[in-house]
């Protein structure tokens, strides 16, 4: 299992310095991922300030070296997607080869997207992600590409440079069980990242089997395939270490960290290092 960081891309971490000093620490505590959330707006309790997390992304890369770097997740149907796959190239080559693209559809908790006139109605937007996915990845090919769907149209659009990473960026996508839209549209790509909503508590090992056994059915390749789970630990690790083992026994592959949104604390927990497994060392 490997462990990485998650944290918003709004409140302390919205200034570009500062989010990549905790990703330097993270590096040197022995992290493996740093990922950013993805949103325009945040008013609860209050309105923070925000930057958009591509910007410190690439802030992130060159103040580290190992790590991989993403979001957690970019909403796909509010953003353009030939943009969106510059803005990974971009990151991709900027880093060495290593982003990761985290994908969903968002909500519109504070108006991400009503408030600038944008669709509200979610069975668009999940039209729209899986156009946008097949857009990105087209143009990533680096061949001159095409596409006609219900939201998006190109038309011998040609993008260079490929990504370094080779088929593709990894493609993580993330979804609200037990809704199952979301999990066949994992299935075909790299990762998948579960969630529950709050009236049913945390993701749990049993979750992640339900979870995997649905989606089996739907896995068109045997390639590899990441099982992202996020929430916190640190503070009594006995019970982080049986419930970290319970997961990677049921076939999670990542575990990603929520710390504080308190700078001090944040920055505490991100210096602690990962969790452990028994005596086991994070792998990096």
Same mark, same amino acid.
């Given at each position: 299992?490997?462990?990485?960081? %998650? ?12 989010? +990549? ?14 990922? =950013? #959330? ?26 580290? &070296?190992?790590?991989? @770097? ?15 796959? $510059? ?7 900027? %880093?060495?080869? $290593? ?29 729209? @992600? ?23 149209? @190109? ?21 609200? #069980? ?8 994992? +299935? ?23 979870? =995997? ?5 739907? $896995? ?9 789970? &996020?929430?916190?630990?640190? &503070? ?23 710390? %504080? ?7 505490? $927990? ?15």
């Amino acid at each position: 299992m490997q462990y990485g960081v %998650s944290v918003p891309n709004f409140g302390v971490c919205s200034d570009p310095r500062m989010a +990549a000093e905790l990703a330097h620490i993270a590096e040197d505590s022995g992290w493996a991922g740093f990922f =950013l #959330w993805d949103h325009v707006l945040w008013t609860h309790p209050h309105t923070r300030p925000a930057s958009d997390p591509y910007m410190l992304l690439a802030a992130m890369a060159m103040s580290t &070296s190992r790590i991989k @770097l993403g979001t957690m997740v970019t909403p796909v149907p509010r953003r353009r997607p030939w943009t969106l796959a $510059r803005q990974l190239t971009t990151l991709d080559h900027l %880093s060495g080869g $290593r982003a990761i693209m985290g994908v969903g559809l968002g909500g519109d908790w504070f108006g991400d997207y009503s408030k600038f006139g944008e669709p509200t109605d979610r069975k668009a937007h999940g039209e729209m @992600l899986d156009e946008g996915l097949q857009v990105v990845t087209g143009l990533w090919s680096g061949e001159p590409f095409s596409f006609e769907g219900k939201h998006f149209q @190109l038309k011998d659009a040609h993008f260079l440079p490929k990504p370094v990473q080779q088929p593709r960026i990894p493609i993580w996508v993330a979804g609200m #069980w037990p809704n199952k839209k979301p999990f066949r549209r994992a +299935a075909q790509w790299d990762g998948v990242f579960p969630m529950l909503d709050g009236d049913n508590g945390p993701i749990t090992p049993d979750y992640v089997r339900e979870v =995997l056994s649905y989606m089996e059915q739907f $896995r068109e390749n045997d390639g590899p395939f990441d099982v992202i789970v &996020s929430g916190k630990t640190g &503070s009594e690790p006995e019970k982080d270490s049986e419930n970290l083992a319970q997961m990677a026994e049921a076939g999670v592959t990542w575990w990603i960290e929520d710390p %504080s949104w308190e700078l001090e604390e944040m920055r505490a $927990r991100i210096k602690q290092g990962p969790p452990r497994i028994g005596e086991q060392e994070p792998a990096l």
